[in-house]
């Protein structure tokens, strides 16, 4: 029943501010209707559940969707959480141990075979006369049927999108008599699915080079009851535009849904104002006949001067916020707050590349009419892929942390799943950028029967109408890799088109087919030979090429870097927490089953230290970290002297979904890696830095090279100096040089002075390069570092490439289970040397750590 004195509050504000035409500006105080809407929002979340295991087709057959309302059956089940996954509540319950620590993870496979079923009692104690309840699942992985008090709700198949079931018939409700009021509903989990091809776009990949064999599964997101009058809003979508004489238009496209039988005449109460800035509130009453079902209801509101949404680097990230309130009479029906930013994003070609021969799309982006030049990591997420163990918290640190590093974008990519509104909330606020692969897509080879391509359409549709309000959504993108394996590529092509047509149907948005269209198959398909590069063949063809040979030759020429993935491990204390003590160091089988490619963690150390640096776990671990920082400043600073031509770099990855010893510059518990300052320094806005072909140097020849800088703010610079310094294996200055810079200009990259300096003499093993550039009041505005080898560059390619032919043996020779299998770093298991794996007290060490 709606409260009887916020129906008088309602009456005597619409008796304040009269009947209003369509389009006429209210009163004030019409904003006042805001606070007394009769939407009511009860969450479920949190750990009031209760999860039971049965056997698939058993629950049901026991009767458990018939469990009575008032019952305290489910007091004996597990606890459960909402949101989260049945793998953390099965561990907090003690059934299965840690599946992040060790090689647990393989004891709990048997979890996805079967069913898993949720209850949740709530009491409902008002009534619900013209109103309209429904239950709102925001997400279930992967398929789940639903009862309430018996009642059969629905099946939905989808991890991504959320849907709901109106539950008015079957809500038992009593204001006094306890068990009267109780509410029992049940949820079931079906098995996981185990083949990721029947179900892409609809659930996020459980394989890849950082993951074992667990498929996740559970209530993922919150579930609410909500209630709102006969008429409610189902979407509003802030459309905006920006006009040529710097106004804006932003048209609020409500769908409106009518659920009785007879049309009705509808009050739209609506204010908008700033809601990160001071602005005076614009405010709109009008009258629309709604009949019965959904209805688009759209009003334009003209603004002079908007404040517009910037990435961090660009401007200030200004956000708007409109309130609009849905009448009838003195009732309010429903009520809607919708943030949103004012920006445009339109792509432009490249500079350098011939449209329709190099390239098929354009992929230089701009913000409100200026290049975003995109400093972005591939998310790697979500936080865990056991999403009960997340929390919001930890998305805000990340983003903050990823903000610090100097990245002005994050890329959620194929693999893994859209984000919690959280995630964009906090991007908005932040400034940051999100280019985004809409629906995980982490492969080539889907269901290509139309009714399975219809359904991964209309969850891409779903994924993008909750997420287009968010101005930091600036790219989409179809799919990744997914060229790589597709059996028709033709087809693919034409399913990824689609798939953008349908996307772009719902948002003004750029939109990209795949990445990185450049293999063999995706030349098979029609794309062109320079669309994008994945920067992955230095990790998986390791020793073909020391890492600043590879990028100067097998990397370079491309308008844009989808992917950029070196290898690390994390830090010792990180270590401890999900490896076994005894198999710590030397490392253990735990190490294999976590993704650490052994033999490629040590080829990185020596192609950037000239060690192997295996001294101690904590001199191996630090290298590792550093080595990946190292190969990625470089890689960076030379990807970005490319700019414009080249127009975005994404590191794969920024965070890791589980502890792994992989790709992630963050570790699993937000620890940041030695890596994280290395892409900190080669990713300022403003880059003093240093160009250079080789790292190993002769004590005889000249230090060649070139001083660069790099701008990607939206102001120039007058009057500066740079000091360039070289130094000695113990630190002593050898060389000093001071150069003045008349100009840098804004959004710029220009190579400035040429250095060629006989010093190396005086150098033993290695020497160090510093850069530093001050502002014309001498504040230090840049800094940058850098150190190089004493050696033979082509020595040391020929020992490379001969450690690469001795990797490929080990991995592949006598049968050995290849990429992905870790059994061949431990002799014990391949029996190779003597050795056999003989006894569960074993322990078997990697070789080439004796």
Known sequence: MVNIFGNIKILATTLLIGICSLGVYAQPNTTFSHENNSQSVRDFSGMKWRMKMMLPGEGVKKGLHKLPSEDIETLVWNNAEVPGDVYTDLWKAGVI?????????????????????YAYQFRVTEGIENQVVDIVFEGVDYSCEVWLNGHYLGKNEGALSGFSFNVNEYLRISEHDYLKGQNMLIVKIDPAPQVNAFVAGKKTPWFGDYWRDLAPMGIWRPVKMVRSGKVRFNDVYANNQINKDGSADVSLEMTVENTDSIAKNMQFVVSLEGKNFESEAVEIEFDQNIAPGKHKVVRTIHLEEPKLWWPWDLGDPNLYEAKISLKEANVNHDYNTTTFGIREVTSKWNPGFVKDVDLS???????????????????????????????????????????????????????????????????????????????????????????????????????????????SLIMMEGGEEMMFRTRDPQAGRKFLERLGDSLQAYAKLPYVPDSPMTDYVAQQAGFKPKEAVHALRYFYDMGEWLHEDWYQTKADGYPIVPEFAITSVPSVESLKKFIPKDEMWPPGLSWGHHWADLTRLRMQNWDVFGSEMKGSLEEFVNATQDAQGIIFQNGIEHFRRDKPSLSAIALCHYITYWPDMKWGIVDNYQKPKNSYYFVQKAYQPLLVNFEFKKRRWHTDEPFVGNIWVVNDFYRSYENCTINFKISNDKKKKLLEKTFKVATIEENSAEQLFAISEDVLGKVKEKFYVELELLDNEGNQISHNDYFFLIGDQAEATKRFQEWKQERLEMENGNGHGGYGSYYFFFDEFTRENGKDYESGVQKPTAIGFD
């Open 361 to 471: 799309f354009p992929r230089s982006t701009y913000i409100n009419g200026k290049f975003h030049f995109i400093r972005s990591a591939c998310w790697g997420g979500p936080v865990d892929i056991f999403t009960g163990r997340t929390s919001k918290e930890e998305y805000f640190k990340l983003i903050k942390m990823a903000k610090e590093m100097n990245m002005n974008n994050i890329r959620i990519f194929g693999w893994h799943p859209p984000e919690i509104p959280e995630f964009y909330q906090y991007a908005d606020e932040m400034g940051m950028t999100i280019w985004q692969d809409m629906i995980p897509l982490g492969t080539g080879n889907i269901p290509m029967e139309e009714e399975n391509l219809a359904e991964i359409f209309n969850e891409g549709v779903k994924v993008i109408k909750e997420r287009r309000n968010h101005p």
């Open 97 to 117: 141990e840690d599946p992040y620590f060790g090689r647990n993870s393989v004891k709990a496979q048997w979890v996805q075979q079967y069913e898993w079923w």
